[in-house]
């Protein structure tokens, strides 16, 4: 159930005691205040209640993949999700070796509405908040509890953080994953602390793919964390004026040349970025852009997932940007410690595990 503003609620409490022949009690309280109960205020603003922490979680809609990995850096999850979406990224390539009974839960389509996920009985489903008016909807109307969330910029993780930590009852848990990220971020800011905009490299973070033996480039977001990260990292966003909607934009060479970033970071999800990188290397048209003859044209890193997405790996995406853009205030930092630290004290996983399944999986500008 939603929760209402205090004032209201109070408001409803008198008048369903007066309707009821009774007298205002001093003692009436919200649910929330029953022992057992949990609530949370979601992405949305909404407060969600539930007469008991939630022990059946299903991941549902688009972009979940986000939420997954982030629910996963909590040991409760592993025997709470019971469904989840695979798409085109699929995060059973990755969590099999923090879960080893990730074989054991349902798996959705993206696609999945309320015939698919009912049948689960879910105590909630969590769904990112762009999917309230579709599929969250469909299902609040027959009466699946839902939750909102963001995940997408660096202040949203650590409110939707408090969020999974009350729901799977580990508030303690979610301080201590927000320490381990504002520990990197403060090291960023100290390392980056008096760096003038002129000091700052003008960045571009492009999206190649390839369909048909077409080719498409695309940059992110203003919004998006692919921005904020190159902000964080220190540099200055060339495509940032001309991506103010709400997705990728489509951008041809001639505008990448009209920007001629001096540095260039490129996501490939279908591809090996390095190889893309090789491939453009070779190009007589990308060799003329300053970027290039600089050698600043860097695969974007990543290991099983990118790190320019808003998965939990996004703080390895910004610290990674960083030591590319300022290597000389960076240069303290070594990536592979951080990839160890990060899979041991996010995930749980030992050095042997990192080493097997992480390491080897390691893709772009690495180390």
Same mark, same amino acid.
Request: glycine share 10%; charged share 20%; with cysteine.
């Given at each position: ?18 309707? +009821? ?31 008991? %922490? ?13 939420? $997954? ?30 879960? %080893? ?8 389509? $993206? ?40 995940? &997408? ?75 904020? &990260? ?23 060479? &001639? ?26 290397? +070779? ?7 300053? +970027? ?25 995406? $910004? ?49």
């Amino acid at each position: 159930m939603r929760r209402i503003d205090r004032s209201v609620w109070g408001i409803f409490v008198v008048l369903g005691l007066l309707l +009821a022949g009774c007298g205002p009690a001093d003692t009436a309280r919200p649910p929330a205040a029953e022992p057992g109960r949990v609530a949370v205020v979601d992405a949305l603003g909404r407060t969600v209640e539930f007469d008991a %922490p939630p022990q059946r979680i299903v991941v549902a809609g688009k972009s979940s993949l986000t939420i $997954v990995d982030a629910l996963f850096l909590f040991p409760e999850a592993a025997g709470r999700v019971v469904g989840l979406v695979a798409g085109q990224q699929k995060p059973g390539d990755f969590l099999r070796h923090v879960d %080893p009974t990730f074989d054991q839960k349902a798996i959705l389509a $993206v696609e999945a509405g309320p015939e698919q996920i009912a049948p689960l009985r879910p105590d909630v489903v969590l769904l990112r908040s762009f999917a309230a008016d579709g599929l969250g909807q469909s299902l609040e109307q027959v009466g699946l509890p839902v939750v909102y969330l963001d995940l &997408e910029t660096p202040e949203q993780y650590g409110r939707d953080l408090d969020t999974l930590g009350v729901l799977l009852g580990n508030e303690a848990r979610a301080t201590e994953i927000q320490a381990f990220y504002q520990a990197r971020l403060d090291r960023l800011d100290g390392a980056l602390q008096g760096l003038e905009d002129g000091q700052k490299p003008r960045a571009l973070v492009v999206q190649y793919s390839q369909q048909g033996g077409e080719t498409a480039l695309n940059v992110p977001s203003a919004a998006w964390l692919q921005t904020i &990260e190159t902000e964080l990292a220190g540099g200055l966003p060339v495509w940032k004026e001309a991506a103010q909607g709400g997705g990728w934009t489509i951008v041809n060479f &001639e505008q990448i040349a009209a920007w001629d970033p001096d540095a260039i970071f490129l996501i490939s999800y279908g591809a090996d970025p390095a190889q893309v990188v090789e491939t453009l290397r +070779a190009d007589a048209r990308w060799q003329a852009l300053r +970027a290039v003859q600089a050698g600043r044209l860097h695969a974007f890193a990543g290991d099983i997932f990118s790190w320019d997405q808003s998965d939990p790996r996004w703080i390895l995406g $910004v610290t990674w940007m960083a030591t590319r853009l300022h290597p000389e205030r960076l240069a303290g930092v070594d990536m592979m410690d951080e990839v160890t630290q990060f899979f041991g004290q996010m995930y749980g996983m030992d050095e042997a595990t990192i080493a097997a399944n992480i390491l080897p999986a390691l893709r772009g500008d690495l180390p």
